[in-house]
């Protein structure tokens, strides 16, 4: 039997909340008889305007949503695979019910002047403060300059609209979640621009145990994003990689059904990039996670990420 109620809690950004109101709109069509209700709430990643290094790192956006899930005052939290740190276990008590099925991984451009990336003349200041796009930028366009920019997306068109950047870097999905693909200029390649482990997906979040409650949302989950979350998050989770960490990579069920996953690791001025593609074959998810993460430790990825403060 489907559940009555679920108290769905989240960010209270305007794409953390369009992301619950997707989840919303398929549970309805699943269970048109369940009711669900909405606890945004504030996050200190959300507060926080300073780096993110200085409050605890990934976390800053998950802790309080997570915290309102353990206390019984909601029963699921929705929130963007990206944002969950891999480097330690979910919070004990909690697991995760589904996966969504993916959105776009990639990351976009917004030029006001409509400029594509290798147009861009030397100096442009590029609006972003991920240590990912910072080490690739500076690996493959090294004329342009990154100025650190905080906030939620829309806040940062709006500092982009001020001046406090020339451009911005912003993920295709998030985009997309909040309506706003027309400010897009150009989408770069996975090839341009490596994304983010857990790029694109959603996570259903609940308490362990709830079993009516998993029941009644897991079919909501997607077999290839679990399969390409799983190779992800075990991939970073044997690297160790912390917020400060340049690490990218994805994972993708090719045609034909199998699991390909490839990663790199970046120095934080992009000099050095570890770069490792393997297919699973036999290997399960989190075994071709676990082999890859190898390859770049072998290639020397523990120096590389160690040598960045955090
Ligand atoms: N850091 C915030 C965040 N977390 C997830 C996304 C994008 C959407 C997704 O990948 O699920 C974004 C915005 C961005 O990086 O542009």
């Given at each position: 039997?489907?559940?009555?109620?679920?108290?769905?809690?989240?960010?209270?950004?305007?794409?953390?909340?369009?992301?619950?109101?997707?989840?919303?709109?398929?549970?309805?069509?699943?269970?048109?008889?369940?009711?669900?209700?909405?606890?945004?709430?504030?996050?200190?990643?959300?507060?926080?305007?300073?780096?993110?290094?200085?409050?605890?790192?990934?976390?800053?956006?998950?802790?309080?949503?997570?915290?309102?899930?353990?206390?019984?005052?909601?029963?699921?939290?929705?929130?963007?695979?990206?944002?969950?740190?891999?480097?330690?276990?979910?919070?004990?008590?909690?697991?995760?019910?589904?996966?969504?099925?993916?959105?776009?991984?990639?990351?976009?451009?917004?030029?006001?002047?409509?400029?594509?990336?290798?147009?861009?003349?030397?100096?442009?200041?590029?609006?972003?403060?991920?240590?990912?796009?910072?080490?690739?930028?500076?690996?493959s366009h090294p004329h342009l300059e990154c100025v650190p920019i905080r906030g939620n997306a829309n806040r940062r068109m709006e500092k982009l609209a001020n001046g406090d950047a020339d451009a911005l870097l912003l993920a295709v999905a998030g985009l997309?979640?909040?309506?706003?693909?027309?400010?897009?200029?150009?989408?770069?390649?996975?090839?341009?621009?490596?994304?983010?482990?857990?790029?694109?997906?959603?996570?259903?979040?609940?308490?362990?145990?709830?079993?009516?409650?998993?029941?009644?949302?897991?079919?909501?989950?997607?077999?290839?994003?679990?399969?390409?979350?799983?190779?992800?998050?075990?991939?970073?989770?044997?690297?160790?990689?912390?917020?400060?960490?340049?690490?990218?990579?994805?994972?993708?069920?090719?045609?034909?059904?199998?699991?390909?996953?490839?990663?790199?690791?970046?120095?934080?001025?992009?000099?050095?990039?570890?770069?490792?593609?393997?297919?699973?074959?036999?290997?399960?998810?989190?075994?071709?996670?676990?082999?890859?993460?190898?390859?770049?430790?072998?290639?020397?990825?523990?120096?590389v990420i160690d040598s960045i403060a955090h």
């Amino acid at each position: 039997m489907p559940v009555d109620l679920i108290r769905i809690v989240s960010r209270d950004s305007p794409m953390a909340l369009a992301q619950v109101e997707r989840v919303r709109a398929e549970l309805a069509t699943l269970h048109p008889g369940t009711e669900t209700t909405v606890l945004p709430v504030k996050t200190t990643g959300d507060k926080w305007m300073g780096d993110l290094s200085q409050v605890e790192g990934k976390g800053a956006f998950t802790k309080e949503v997570d915290a309102a899930l353990l206390a019984g005052e909601a029963d699921l939290a929705v929130h963007c695979v990206k944002d969950i740190p891999a480097d330690r276990p979910l919070p004990a008590g909690t697991m995760f019910a589904a996966f969504l099925k993916r959105d776009d991984i990639r990351d976009a451009l917004i030029h006001p002047g409509g400029l594509t990336l290798d147009q861009l003349p030397a100096g442009t200041r590029i609006g972003t403060s991920s240590v990912r796009r910072i080490a690739q930028l500076a690996a493959s366009h090294p004329h342009l300059e990154c100025v650190p920019i905080r906030g939620n997306a829309n806040r940062r068109m709006e500092k982009l609209a001020n001046g406090d950047a020339d451009a911005l870097l912003l993920a295709v999905a998030g985009l997309e979640r909040i309506g706003r693909t027309d400010v897009i200029t150009e989408i770069l390649s996975t090839e341009t621009m490596m994304p983010p482990i857990g790029a694109g997906v959603l996570a259903l979040q609940c308490r362990e145990g709830d079993t009516e409650l998993i029941d009644t949302v897991s079919p909501l989950g997607d077999p290839d994003a679990y399969r390409e979350t799983q190779a992800e998050r075990m991939l970073l989770h044997v690297l160790q990689g912390h917020c400060n960490s340049p690490i990218a990579g994805f994972a993708r069920v090719e045609r034909g059904g199998e699991l390909s996953l490839r990663a790199c690791v970046f120095s934080a001025d992009g000099k050095t990039v570890l770069n490792a593609h393997e297919w699973a074959g036999r290997l399960d998810p989190a075994t071709l996670g676990t082999s890859v993460a190898v390859a770049l430790l072998r290639q020397g990825a523990r120096d590389v990420i160690d040598s960045i403060a955090h």
